[in-house]
């Protein structure tokens, strides 16, 4: 016997804080009985689940690394007609959804998958599941303006938590640099302000890990599953990021 939220979240219906929603809001049946309480446990094998009077699907699971070029649109689709994740999945079958956002102008990579529990574990706040970007800027930011990045730095929705921020690459004769920083939070374009911040606007911007995955020897463009070795390790990421203190380097 499962919980309920638990075994929606399993079918690919939505997050799990979003399924306890659905059911506190009388959307979800059980064996033709409306349940508005949670925590109720079912057995997913025996019982008769649906939402708003639709069967949920036990479909199987699908965990896939996408790496999204820039120009993108994190959605299945979009009404100015512009690309879409969806484009680019020829083959997958079970319909997937994206572990958080990555915006119109920013590419790396991307998870999509089915389990609504995976899922709110590794966006949920109180997991900080580390994040890696490689941002490209022009000049050179040096000593103190890196170490507030590191420390945290006042943007409109609050102080930042400290993040983790190297030099990749430094070009003299493009007048540019490319810096690592590693993010445990995940605030809308919360890298792009970041460095707005400290007057270095991101011209590029590219998500090369997201926990224990990184984006090496993915084309852009292109998409693989994951092993049921990789999702262990990223549930087991997210297990452990729970709670975690991030103390200033």
Not at 212 to 232: H, N, Q
Request: include cysteine.
């Amino acid at each position: 016997m499962e919980r309920l939220q638990k075994v929606l979240a399993q079918a690919g219906v939505a997050s799990r804080r979003k399924c306890e929603e659905y059911i506190e809001a009388g959307r979800v049946q059980v064996n033709d009985e409306t349940v508005t309480t949670l925590g109720v446990k079912v057995d997913p094998d025996v019982d008769a689940i649906k939402v708003d009077g639709r069967p949920i699907n036990r479909q199987k699971k699908t965990y896939l690394l996408f790496n999204k070029p820039r120009g993108v649109i994190t959605s299945a689709k979009d009404p100015e007609g512009r690309k879409v994740v969806a484009d680019y999945l020829h083959g997958v079958k079970e319909r997937v959804y994206p572990v958080g956002r990555l915006d119109y102008d920013t590419e790396g990579l991307l998870l999509l998958t089915n389990d609504g529990e995976l899922a709110n574990l590794l966006t949920h706040p109180k997991h900080h599941v580390p994040k890696t970007y490689h941002a490209t800027v022009k000049g050179v930011p040096h000593g103190e303006l890196l170490d507030k990045l590191r420390t945290g730095v006042q943007l409109e929705d609050g102080m930042t938590a400290p993040a983790e921020v190297e030099y990749v690459d430094i070009n003299p004769d493009k007048n540019e640099t490319i810096v690592s920083i590693t993010i445990y939070e995940g605030r809308n374009r919360q890298v792009r302000r970041m460095f707005d911040a400290i007057k270095f606007p991101v011209e590029k911007l590219r998500r090369v890990q997201f926990g224990p995955l990184t984006v090496s020897g993915l084309m852009r463009g292109k998409y693989r599953a994951l092993t049921a070795a990789e999702v262990a390790e990223l549930r087991d990421s997210a297990v452990r990021s729970h709670n975690v203190q991030i103390k200033p380097q």
